[in-house]
Structures are given as structure tokens and as C-alpha cells.
């Protein structure tokens, strides 16, 4: 296993898609070196996006908490999270009713935003719920795993509505050598209960990268994916996505994916980046 510097694998490519958790920030706050990298791309005229898989913040709060740990340079314009595509998809695909939700009052801010509805899962009466048009999973936080999971599955048992995912992560870090479980882990063990596939949003899914190209092609009509660089801390997510997309990828050793176990994980996973680097700080 090759570990490169970012400053020379980087260099090439005109746009550079950074993940957040793990590629700027982590546990710790911001990943040494974050600031003047940021500065260092924008020097060489690199365009900037940051795509993000929490759901939880909208691109403008997400730019706020940047600027709270100190990076001030990445405007929300420039942020893409999972939740903004969930919207797209309840704005054209819903259109009216109520949709139930697992996260935030925060997060579900992304449903009122597509003229929708929102309920706690745990306000949904299972007998009277003919009104419910979706589920959306959103957040790992705002309800009690040990009842509301058992009743949204009660609740999709009894009605065949659209279920999304605006977060397909399964773990994040919350300490050097500790992950918890993220929203894609609760997603995964209800589909698993029920026999269901729900629709995805969030990397791997292709939409957040489209978002980003759409975003960029028309000030820059001629950007082809070669010139696109993805870079991310999780092999299933970041790195799988990008290459699915068909953009070269880079793997960061800063968070979900450690170098002590990085070489066994891709070997096990046959999930390939182009490019492995300590973190984009050095």
C-alpha cells in the first residue's frame, strides 16, 4: 500500500469533492492542516465542493458549524448534503401528506421544505395512519432506539409506502478507536426485518455527485469526470460512490478508515482509490 502526499495527487485534477466528517473535521474538531490545504486549492484555482452524508444540517448550517470549528472558507453554496437530495426526491415524487421521520426536529426541516407534512415516528398513531405517504430515515439522534424502531416497523408492516434513506452511513467516529452506529445501520436492520430495499440517497447513490457536477457545469460546460477528484474517509461510502461515478478517488487515513487496517479493509471490501493519503493536511 502506497501513502502519497494530497498536495501532489491533487494537483491535476480542477475540481476536488471533499467529504466532511473525516476529511475536515473529526472527534477532535478540525484535522490539522484542513485550513491551509482549503487555502492551497483555492490558490490554484481548484473549484470546491463538500459533500456531506449528514442530513441533519442544512447547507447553510453545515457552513456555520465549518465556521464554528474555523474553516471559514467553504460557503454553503458549495456544500452538498444528503438531505438536500432527499428533499428533491419528496419535492417531485410525494407531493402532499404527511411523511414520518427517525431524526431531528432539525433534519426534518428538509420534509417541511418539500411542502410536506412532518411527524415523529413516535406521534404516528398505528391505527390511524392512512395519511402517512413516506418514511425517511434522517438522523441518528432525536428518538429512542429502543421504541421507535419497533414502531416504524409496525408501521411499514401495515403500509407500503416509499421509505428513504438521507443518510446511507453506518458508522461515524466518536473517539480515536470508537464508532457508534449512524442512521444507514438502523435502515439497514429494518429492510433486513422486513424483507425491503428503501431508496437511498447520500453516497454511494449517484445523486450528490450529479448535484455537484449540475452545480459546476455552467460556469465550467466543458469539466469532464477526469477532471473530478473525490475525496473521502470511508471505503463504502466516499470511495465506492466516486468510482461508481467514474471520478478518481483518494482515501484519507483521518478518519473512518485507519492505516493499521485500511490495506486488509480494501483487499476485503475490492473497493480500489486511486490515491491513498494521510489526510489532506499534509
Request: aromatic share 8%; charged share 20%.
Amino acid at each position: 500500500m502506497t501513502v502519497e502526499k494530497f498536495s501532489d495527487i491533487s494537483r491535476p485534477f480542477k475540481v476536488v469533492l471533499l467529504d466532511s466528517y473525516g476529511v475536515l473535521r473529526n472527534h477532535n474538531g478540525l484535522i490539522p492542516g484542513v485550513v491551509e490545504c482549503v487555502h492551497r486549492l483555492r490558490s490554484e484555482g481548484k473549484i470546491i465542493r463538500v459533500l456531506t452524508n449528514n442530513a441533519a444540517r442544512s447547507p447553510v448550517e453545515a457552513a456555520k458549524n465549518l465556521v464554528r470549528y474555523g474553516l471559514t472558507d467553504i460557503p454553503a453554496a458549495e456544500i452538498i448534503t444528503s438531505g438536500a437530495t432527499t428533499r428533491h426526491f419528496l419535492e417531485y415524487k410525494i407531493r402532499e401528506g404527511r411523511v414520518a421521520y427517525l431524526g431531528t426536529p432539525q433534519s426534518a426541516e428538509y420534509i417541511i421544505g418539500a411542502g410536506l407534512r412532518a411527524v415523529p415516528v413516535s406521534e404516528v398513531d398505528l391505527e390511524d395512519s392512512a395519511d402517512i405517504k413516506a418514511v425517511a430515515f434522517l438522523d441518528d439522534e432525536g428518538y429512542d432506539k429502543n421504541t421507535d424502531i419497533n414502531h416504524v416497523i409496525n408501521l411499514l408492516r401495515r403500509y407500503q409506502v416509499p421509505v428513504v434513506v438521507a443518510n446511507t452511513d453506518l458508522l461515524y467516529p466518536v473517539a480515536k478507536n470508537e464508532v457508534a452506529m449512524a442512521t444507514g445501520s438502523v435502515a439497514r436492520l429494518v429492510e433486513y426485518v422486513l424483507g425491503r430495499r428503501f431508496i437511498q440517497f447520500g453516497k454511494p447513490a449517484s445523486q450528490m455527485f450529479q448535484f455537484a457536477m449540475d452545480s459546476i457545469l455552467p460556469d465550467f460546460p466543458d469539466l469532464s469526470p477526469a477532471d473530478v477528484l473525490m475525496v473521502g474517509d470511508t471505503l463504502h461510502t466516499d470511495i465506492l460512490g466516486g468510482n461508481t461515478f467514474g471520478v478518481a478517488t483518494a482515501l484519507v487515513l483521518s478518519g473512518n478508515t485507519r492505516a493499521e487496517s485500511a490495506e486488509t479493509e480494501i483487499r476485503s471490501a475490492g473497493i480500489i482509490p486511486d490515491f491513498i493519503v494521510d489526510s489532506i493536511g499534509d
